[in-house]
């Protein structure tokens, strides 16, 4: 077990897990030249097509950057003309809100279940309805690269590759209540969720496309699962980097979350997750409140988001961490 520190805020040198997100716009606008203005690495272009609506409301928008992702949400109010080019230097996916029924773009009329690709440097012009709401998600080029490598097709220019693609309803799900987070007062992202929702829909891209992700030796992801437990029974869970093990080993995501289920019945960042967990009840045990906090503890196990964590912990053991550390103090005298 790592042993706990003896000093408050002994921890702050330690190498953490990736920062959460952090938000760069959020707003409500009643004018859509404002919300052109007022956007940011998009060039827009928006024309209403409609009167504004009553409450004087045309639009909310979250945008802001977790890790190497930008990530947004919008929702329109009124239809609009909408033109512009997407940020530069990267490949932007959206995916379609559950209020969203039909959009017209690009000179075709897309379903609720499509979603659409921006190329950086490349124009678009659509016309949403009175009801609008999308999930986005940019990734550099340089990133995508990578992805479709892992996806079994190195080297391959995403201009080839068609603007849209159906994705199934349940990687639709998936991406929403992975992205729904957003539009929470403290958003939190899992990175390991999101690297594997984005890898999940660069395959389903490339799949519509007639390129299929290579089959993976089960000797492979097994080698690269192995690995991971080497790690994690050294008390080195933050060196398990999941996209760099995977990399070095020519594995998809997808396939070591398959080994890890069929394994443990959880992927791999929840095998983590709960791997986290237990070591932090444990040294909450054993601490003395005198010398060490929850705090202490939960960012030594690279918790971050502190309402997240308490939420999951009190899930795991049904009590808080801090009635956990309240009970060590106790049973020590």
């Known amino acids: 077990m790592i042993e706990i520190a003896k000093r408050k805020g002994a921890l702050l040198n330690r190498p953490l897990f990736q920062p959460n997100f952090q938000a760069t716009l959020v707003a409500d606008f009643g004018h859509v030249d404002q919300l052109c203005h007022d956007v940011q690495n998009w ?9 504004q609506s009553v409450d004087g409301r045309v639009a909310h928008l979250i945008q802001g950057t977790f890790a190497e992702f930008e990530l947004s949400y919008a929702r329109f109010h ?23 029924s039909k959009l ?13 690709v ?19 998600i940019s990734i550099n080029l340089a990133d995508f690269a990578s992805y479709a490598a892992r996806c079994g097709a190195p080297d391959l220019d995403p201009n080839r590759l ?4 159906k994705a199934p309803e349940a ?10 987070t957003l539009k929470s007062q403290a958003p939190w992202i899992d990175p390991l969720t999101l690297d594997v929702l984005v890898e999940d829909l ?11 992700p290579r089959p993976v030796a089960v000797h492979t992801s097994g080698r690269v699962l192995s690995r991971i437990l080497e790690l994690i029974d050294a008390g080195k869970i933050e060196d398990v980097r999941l996209p760099d093990l995977c990399a070095e080993a020519g594995l ?12 443990f019945g959880v992927g791999p960042a929840a095998f983590m997750k709960s791997w986290r967990l237990a070591q932090t009840r444990r040294q909450l045990l054993e601490a003395n409140p005198d010398e060490i906090t929850v705090a202490d503890v939960m960012a030594e196990q690279g918790f971050l988001h502190v309402g997240q964590f308490a939420t999951d912990y009190k899930r795991w053991f049904h009590e808080l961490p801090s009635q956990t550390l309240l009970r060590s103090s106790m049973a020590s005298t």
């Open 43 to 51: 060039d827009l272009q928006f024309q209403p097509l409609t009167a």
């Open 78 to 100: 009124q239809n609009l003309d909408q033109r512009g080019a997407p940020p530069p230097g990267k490949l932007t996916f959206t995916i379609p809100g559950p209020a969203m």
């Open 104 to 116: 017209w773009w690009c000179g075709k009329e897309t379903a609720s279940d499509s979603i659409l």
């Open 118 to 136: 921006y190329y950086p440097g490349v124009e678009w012009r659509s016309v949403s309805g009175s009801d609008f709401e999308v999930f986005l």
């Open 162 to 165: 068609q603007t849209t693609f």
């Open 171 to 180: 990687l639709l799900k998936r991406a929403r209540d992975v992205l729904c």
């Open 202 to 212: 660069i395959g389903c891209w490339l799949a519509q496309t007639g390129l299929q």
């Open 252 to 263: 998809s995501r997808r396939a070591l979350e398959i080994t890890f289920k069929e394994r």
